[in-house]
């Protein structure tokens, strides 16, 4: 099955190598340097110290991130023959690309399971999904297949709900993806996904952007939040 068909008509979200992972290493320095870090130094010495932050510093730091306006861009060309492969070469694409903080400890920035469309994500929009670091322990983010998925939120719509009982529910017992430094996970807006509370001397710290062929038709999410981009 291609990749394509993997995402949309399979499972719903597939697990790849970055192709150039010179360019996504530019994008982790890149990050580091506006974090005040040497690129030459452990991203596991900014881990240990987001984990000790409160929400209110944790906050501050990502007001800083906002001129980290080239994320987006260095983490598509990480990945240009793949999204050549789910796109075309002329997308649109998240003109600032998330940056998220993942803290240890009891209710610290959990992520209730949703789906991108809850947020006006247009059904032709992939999401990729990458940690800076290799993931091994419950940090990182839990996926429903596309068929569960779909199975909670038509249940739920019949019931006049979002995010009711049965998909909170899915939180419990969610064992969330490891994955090495270098791999990502690419989703379509209908995979429900979040995180759980995890016990660690780490934070988790991610990155992720939505892209979608510029011939398709967009919801919520207009030019406001995508910009053009042809890729090579």
Known sequence: MSLKKEITQGLGY???KIPNLVK???LRNVFLNK????QNQNINVLRKKLALMSN??????????LNFTDASQIMIDSCSEIVKELCGKEILIQRRASTIFNLPGK???RQWPHYELMSGISPFTFVMWAPFHDLDDDGGVFYLSKKESYQKIKLEHSQG???GPTILNKMKNQKPTKLKFGEAIIFNPFILHG????????ARIACSVRFQSKHRPLMQKNSDFFKLYELN
């Open 35 to 38: 974090m005040g870090f040497d």
């Open 14 to 16: 597939s697990i790849v």
């Open 161 to 163: 709900l979002v995010n």
């Open 195 to 202: 995180n759980i509370d995890f016990n660690s001397e780490l």
């Open 56 to 65: 209110i510093e944790i906050n501050k730091v990502m007001v800083g991130l």
């Open 107 to 109: 209710d610290q920035r």
């Open 24 to 26: 996504f290493t530019k």
